[in-house]
């Protein structure tokens, strides 16, 4: 029978101070930026994007602090914390909150909301086609759902469920014992024990401060999964193998969007505006409703939906709508 791996990958790549850390999380989104901005200038080089080369960069740097960032926020803020009695609680006792992206939550939608939103604004400014620059946006933006869903493995987070068949892939995730979601929360206090026995040093007193105290539990047995092997082979009979849903999501909305729509993008230069950008909310709905079923919903069902499954059917409006659009005498592309 296969041994699923057990996660042990650090969320932070290099920490200078405990306030100055340089994270995967924060490079996912880089590295989403600079890919984006390299396949538009390229786009644009080719007269395949409505900006020149030399506008491409101030589009990406405006999009991403007003586009991904605030909508991705905003988003979080509106669709996860504001439904939930915990997620109103935080606002009211720090309204700073809202603002915490370093604490996390992002949401995909609302990222993806802001950048329509976004380019509409911008179209409009420099009076080009809103469409078009859709055209172009959708075919980089799966690059950075990929990265930021690769982050989101490293982090450990939104994990999938219980494989029911052994598969050479699947992963077993520590956290899940602080998730009252997941099966394996019952063996809290036998992780935990056993963790600490296991422990050597400081990594065995803050577990223990932290059983203890019920406070920063998640953190300390993170690391001293990490640091040691004695406290990963103590745990790991007491987690079990899961989906690693965040991999399928970065690949499927990710890599595999990115491909298709880059290369309908190249094949076909001359297909209609905004067509593109119907396939792109489409596919990415299509996507993630079936990528869903695999993942540990991060909140409370809306009916028989998930969250992310439930705002994905909007999107599927708005790619036919799109498509609507597409067929319309005037929207041919340049």
Same mark, same amino acid.
């Given at each position: 029978? #296969?041994?699923?791996?057990?996660?042990?990958?650090?969320? %932070?790549?290099? $920490?200078? &101070?405990?306030? #100055?850390?340089?994270?995967?999380?924060?490079?996912?989104?880089?590295?989403?930026?600079? !890919?984006?901005?390299?396949?538009?200038?390229?786009?644009?080089?080719?007269?395949?994007?409505?900006?020149?080369?030399?506008? %491409? &960069?101030?589009?990406?740097?405006?999009?991403?602090? *007003?586009?991904?960032?605030?909508?991705?926020?905003?988003?979080? %803020?509106?669709?996860?914390? #504001?439904?939930?009695?915990?997620?109103?609680?935080?606002?009211?006792?720090?309204? *700073?909150?809202?603002?915490?992206?370093?604490?996390?939550?992002?949401?995909?939608?609302?990222?993806?909301?802001?950048?329509?939103?976004?380019?509409?604004?911008?179209?409009?400014?420099? /009076?080009? $086609?809103?469409?078009?620059?859709?055209?172009?946006?959708?075919?980089?933006?799966?690059?950075?759902?990929?990265?930021?869903?690769?982050?989101?493995?490293?982090?450990?987070?939104?994990?999938?469920?219980?494989?029911?068949?052994?598969?050479?892939?699947?992963?077993?995730? +520590?956290?899940?014992?602080? =998730?009252?979601?997941?099966?394996?929360?019952? =063996?809290?206090?036998?992780?935990?024990?056993?963790?600490?026995? !296991?422990?050597?040093?400081?990594?065995? =007193?803050?577990?223990?401060?932290?059983?203890?105290?019920?406070?920063?539990?998640?953190?300390? *047995?993170?690391?001293?999964?990490?640091?040691?092997?004695? %406290? /990963?082979?103590?745990?790991? +009979?007491?987690?079990?193998?899961? @989906?690693? $849903?965040?991999?399928?999501?970065?690949?499927?909305?990710?890599?595999?969007?990115?491909?298709?729509?880059?290369?309908?993008?190249?094949?076909?230069?001359?297909? +209609? /505006?905004?067509?593109?950008?119907?396939?792109?909310?489409? #596919?990415?709905?299509?996507?993630?409703?079936?990528?869903?079923?695999?993942?540990?919903?991060?909140?409370?069902?809306?009916?028989?939906?998930?969250?992310?499954?439930?705002?994905?059917?909007?999107?599927?409006?708005?790619?036919?709508?799109?498509?609507?659009?597409?067929?319309?005498? @005037?929207?041919?592309?340049?």
């Amino acid at each position: 029978m #296969l041994t699923a791996y057990v996660h042990d990958l650090d969320p %932070v790549l290099i $920490s200078f &101070s405990e306030f #100055l850390k340089v994270r995967w999380y924060g490079l996912a989104y880089l590295a989403g930026f600079i !890919a984006g901005w390299w396949f538009l200038k390229k786009f644009a080089e080719r007269k395949l994007f409505p900006l020149a080369p030399d506008k %491409v &960069s101030d589009f990406i740097a405006y999009g991403a602090f *007003l586009g991904v960032f605030l909508g991705g926020r905003l988003g979080y %803020v509106l669709f996860y914390m #504001l439904p939930s009695a915990e997620g109103r609680a935080r606002i009211a006792e720090d309204p *700073l909150t809202i603002i915490k992206v370093w604490d996390g939550g992002m949401a995909s939608h609302g990222g993806i909301i802001g950048l329509t939103i976004f380019c509409w604004f911008y179209a409009r400014r420099t /009076k080009v $086609s809103w469409a078009a620059l859709g055209d172009g946006l959708v075919c980089v933006a799966p690059l950075g759902v990929f990265f930021g869903r690769v982050a989101n493995f490293i982090n450990g987070e939104l994990y999938g469920h219980v494989a029911k068949a052994s598969w050479p892939w699947l992963v077993k995730f +520590p956290g899940t014992i602080f =998730n009252p979601a997941c099966e394996e929360a019952k =063996n809290y206090d036998a992780v935990m024990n056993v963790a600490i026995e !296991a422990a050597q040093g400081e990594s065995r =007193n803050l577990l223990q401060l932290a059983y203890e105290t019920g406070y920063g539990g998640e953190q300390a *047995l993170a690391t001293a999964v990490r640091e040691s092997d004695a %406290v /990963k082979s103590a745990i790991e +009979p007491f987690l079990q193998a899961r @989906h690693p $849903s965040q991999l399928y999501e970065g690949i499927l909305e990710g890599l595999l969007l990115f491909a298709l729509l880059t290369f309908l993008r190249l094949r076909y230069p001359k297909l +209609p /505006k905004g067509r593109l950008t119907g396939l792109f909310f489409l #596919l990415y709905a299509g996507g993630r409703i079936f990528v869903e079923q695999f993942r540990v919903p991060d909140s409370s069902l809306i009916g028989i939906f998930t969250k992310g499954q439930f705002y994905s059917l909007f999107f599927i409006a708005v790619g036919v709508a799109f498509l609507l659009f597409s067929k319309r005498p @005037h929207s041919q592309s340049p």
